[in-house]
């Protein structure tokens, strides 16, 4: 059974920054889309990056605008984690942030539907 565990989240100031890690144990994927989501109180959740692996030697990226140029995702494969540097931090980045895997390659990443498996979350909390 595959596992997804975030850490990292805080409270931080404006202007700030936080590293979030997920770490994933109980598989291994030939393939896969993995990203980020979160979910602001009284908001639906939304999509901040993935990272999608086809198998190759080529990683993809991809970001919501409203994190482009802030926030980097990346992925330590011996370490089977992943993570999001988060930069010049905004109070509405403030959330939980959730981690989650598709084990499958596919050009779909903002929908939850593509993902199979979840973390429990990490709150970011940002003041003004």
């Known amino acids: 059974q595959v596992q997804l565990v975030e850490s990292g989240g805080g409270l931080v100031q404006a202007g700030g920054s936080l590293r979030l890690s997920c770490a994933a144990s109980?598989?291994?994927?030939?393939?896969?889309?993995m990203g980020w989501f979160r979910q602001a109180p009284g908001k639906e959740r939304e999509v901040v990056a993935a990272i999608r692996w086809n198998g190759g030697i080529i990683y993809y990226t991809d970001y919501a605008d409203s994190v482009k140029g802030r926030f980097t995702i990346s992925r330590d494969n011996a370490k089977n984690t992943m993570y999001l540097q988060m930069n010049s931090l905004k109070p509405e980045d403030t959330a939980v942030y959730y981690c989650?895997?598709?084990?499958?390659?596919?050009?779909?990443?903002?929908?939850?539907?593509?993902?199979?498996?979840w973390g429990q979350g990490t709150q970011v909390t940002v003041s003004s």
């Open positions: 109980g598989g291994t994927f030939s393939s896969y889309v």
């Open positions: 989650a895997v598709a084990p499958r390659y596919g050009s779909t990443w903002q929908a939850s539907y593509v993902y199979n498996y």
